[in-house]
């Protein structure tokens, strides 16, 4: 299990960083709805000056903000909707007050019908429309209470015609790339278009996660991750167009089907939220965490508790050892498994169950992948085998991007040339980074000709000797 941590104000900075990283986190997001391009900036250059000197790749993931609803602003900053009262949306940008407030997004005003639902602040007031024109929206307040400027707006009956992309996250994705992050988060994702969108603008770099957060992108998720290249199961504005009880099993079914892609599955939001002031976590905020372990999900993800939270690395610690303590159950291995993931009818995805089966039935260490791209790694972590993996590719974009793969170390090496070479240089690897000792056995997965993308062809079990870390270093 991986752990992607939010960095901001109270872990923005090299100490921190550092102690987030040898607590257990694998990889670091930077929240684009906050702060001005040049923090970012000194928040990457942290990153990367931390991954330098410990020798470690890290993942940077950039989040976009996307396209916010949200309702203007009031007299004095606030009013009160009361229970059952009617209350008013409409166009008019002059400040709000107890019966009406401007939204300023017109599209709304196209799409909406009477009995759809509005749910403002996250789910806190509850509007239904009664009555909806192109200057006004009529509501019902089904769920009454005080509202201040510029809260969230959700529409959960509805697809909203805007881009996934705003004028902002354009200017955001192109910072991003920049600055050599290796995943761009994409929020509010609706339908697959607005993937496609977002590919268009990467223009081939780096990798592209989609934030499953709206109803209507469960209902193609299929067409939206194949387009993506990781899924994020973004629980926060999901918990809030959905009821409660739909999260859970809608969470599995995100995990169980993005599993079988061979695809990075990250799940976030709350999941340790008392720790942004308590030094440790409530017994369900625990379970919760371990039941996306159980689930099989790639990586989990903190938020405000390593941004904003009084107790980040202790965050951190928590969430390392509640994924230790699952993933060392005797059951563990049973319950991922459940899931079915079937093998597309090639070589290289025969050869990753392989190694998979093979793990299961010998005593085998861990398992050696060299790639170039990463899809091999991808293709043995989809299923889920016994021991972990040890990647070795010449590329540092790869070997960043695999940091929320399920089971992967990464390490940049030189490129091979020959068997021989890539054989020496695994077990030299293996034993450097720990992966058995002397007389231990491994699985050695890669493709020939050497530096061939998509061409997994070889499976090589190879015994590791005392004297090969002190050969030659590469």
Same mark, same amino acid.
């Given at each position: 299990?991986?752990?992607?941590?939010?960095?901001?104000?109270?872990?923005?900075?090299?100490?921190?960083?550092?102690?987030?990283?040898?607590?257990?986190?694998?990889?670091?997001?930077?929240?684009?709805?906050?702060?001005?391009?040049?923090?970012?900036?000194?928040?990457?250059?942290?990153?990367?000056?931390?991954?330098?000197?410990?020798?470690?790749?890290?993942?940077?993931?950039?989040?976009?903000?996307?396209?916010?609803?949200?309702?203007?602003?009031?007299?004095?900053?606030?009013?009160?909707?009361?229970?059952?009262?009617?209350?008013?949306?409409?166009?008019?940008?002059? #400040?709000?007050?107890?019966?009406?407030?401007?939204?300023?997004?017109?599209?709304?005003?196209?799409?909406?019908?009477?009995?759809?639902?509005?749910?403002?602040?996250?789910?806190?007031?509850?509007?239904?429309?009664?009555?909806?024109?192109?200057?006004?929206?009529?509501?019902?307040?089904?769920?009454?209470?005080?509202?201040?400027?510029?809260?969230?707006?959700?529409?959960?009956?509805?697809?909203?015609?805007?881009?996934?992309?705003?004028?902002?996250? @354009?200017?955001?994705?192109?910072?991003?790339?920049?600055?050599?992050?290796? !995943?761009?988060?994409? *929020?509010?994702?609706?339908?697959?278009?607005?993937?496609?969108?977002? @590919?268009?603008?990467?223009?081939?770099?780096?990798?592209?996660?989609?934030?499953?957060?709206?109803?209507?992108?469960?209902?193609?998720?299929?067409?939206?991750?194949?387009?993506? &290249? $990781?899924?994020?199961?973004?629980? $926060?504005?999901?918990?809030?167009?959905?009821?409660?009880?739909?999260?859970?099993?809608?969470?599995?079914?995100?995990?169980?089907?993005?599993?079988?892609?061979?695809? #990075?599955?990250?799940?976030?939001?709350?999941?340790?939220?008392?720790?942004?002031?308590?030094?440790?976590?409530?017994?369900?905020?625990?379970?919760?965490?371990?039941?996306?372990?159980?689930?099989?999900?790639?990586?989990?993800?903190? *938020?405000?508790?390593?941004?904003?939270?009084? !107790?980040?690395?202790?965050?951190?610690?928590?969430? &390392?050892?509640?994924?230790?303590?699952?993933?060392?159950?005797?059951?563990?291995?049973?319950?991922?498994?459940?899931?079915?993931?079937?093998?597309?009818?090639?070589?290289?995805?025969?050869?990753?169950?392989?190694?998979?089966?093979?793990?299961?039935?010998?005593?085998?260490?861990?398992?050696?992948?060299?790639?170039?791209?990463? *899809?091999?790694?991808?293709?043995?972590?989809?299923?889920?085998?016994?021991? #972990?993996?040890?990647?070795?590719?010449?590329?540092?974009?790869?070997?960043?991007?695999?940091?929320?793969? !399920?089971?992967?170390?990464?390490?940049?090496?030189?490129?091979?040339?020959?068997?021989?070479?890539?054989?020496?240089?695994?077990?030299?690897?293996?034993?450097?980074?720990?992966?058995?000792?002397?007389? *231990? @056995?491994?699985?050695?997965?890669?493709?020939?000709?050497?530096?061939?993308?998509?061409?997994?062809?070889?499976?090589?079990?190879?015994?590791?000797?005392?004297?090969?870390?002190?050969?030659?270093?590469?």
């Amino acid at each position: 299990m991986k752990i992607l941590a939010t960095l901001g104000p109270a872990s923005a900075n090299r100490e921190t960083i550092t102690r987030l990283m040898r607590a257990g986190a694998d990889a670091f997001r930077v929240n684009m709805s906050h702060g001005e391009h040049e923090t970012h900036a000194e928040t990457i250059a942290h990153i990367r000056a931390v991954e330098k000197k410990n020798g470690r790749p890290l993942g940077i993931l950039a989040d976009l903000q996307g396209p916010k609803l949200r309702v203007g602003e009031f007299a004095g900053g606030k009013a009160f909707i009361r229970h059952g009262a009617h209350f008013t949306l409409d166009r008019n940008p002059e #400040p709000g007050d107890d019966t009406r407030v401007c939204l300023p997004h017109p599209e709304l005003f196209e799409v909406l019908d009477k009995g759809e639902r509005l749910l403002i602040d996250d789910g806190r007031l509850r509007l239904k429309v009664t009555r909806a024109g192109k200057d006004e929206i009529l509501c019902t307040a089904e769920v009454g209470g005080p509202i201040s400027d510029r809260k969230g707006v959700n529409v959960p009956d509805s697809v909203i015609p805007v881009p996934a992309m705003t004028d902002k996250d @354009r200017r955001d994705l192109a910072f991003a790339i920049e600055q050599k992050v290796d !995943w761009i988060g994409l *929020s509010f994702v609706q339908r697959p278009e607005d993937v496609a969108e977002a @590919r268009r603008l990467m223009g081939g770099y780096g990798a592209l996660m989609a934030k499953i957060e709206k109803p209507s992108a469960v209902d193609q998720l299929d067409e939206i991750l194949e387009l993506s &290249d $990781g899924i994020m199961v973004a629980r $926060g504005d999901l918990g809030v167009e959905l009821a409660p009880e739909d999260v859970p099993p809608l969470q599995k079914r995100i995990v169980e089907t993005a599993r079988a892609t061979g695809k #990075p599955v990250v799940v976030a939001t709350q999941m340790l939220e008392s720790m942004i002031s308590s030094p440790t976590p409530t017994r369900a905020e625990v379970s919760d965490v371990a039941n996306a372990v159980y689930d099989g999900a790639d990586a989990v993800m903190l *938020s405000a508790e390593t941004a904003v939270g009084e !107790w980040p690395v202790e965050a951190v610690t928590i969430m &390392d050892r509640i994924a230790g303590q699952v993933e060392g159950d005797i059951t563990y291995s049973e319950r991922i498994h459940i899931a079915d993931t079937p093998p597309d009818p090639t070589l290289a995805d025969a050869l990753a169950l392989s190694c998979a089966r093979i793990a299961d039935t010998l005593p085998i260490e861990g398992i050696i992948v060299f790639t170039g791209s990463g *899809s091999t790694a991808r293709r043995v972590a989809r299923e889920r085998p016994s021991v #972990p993996m040890l990647v070795l590719t010449p590329s540092i974009s790869t070997a960043r991007r695999v940091a929320l793969l !399920w089971g992967a170390h990464a390490v940049q090496t030189k490129d091979i040339g020959s068997f021989e070479g890539m054989i020496g240089k695994g077990k030299r690897m293996a034993l450097r980074h720990g992966f058995g000792e002397a007389g *231990s @056995r491994l699985i050695a997965l890669a493709g020939v000709p050497f530096g061939t993308p998509g061409a997994t062809n070889l499976l090589h079990v190879v015994t590791l000797a005392g004297n090969e870390l002190d050969q030659q270093k590469s």
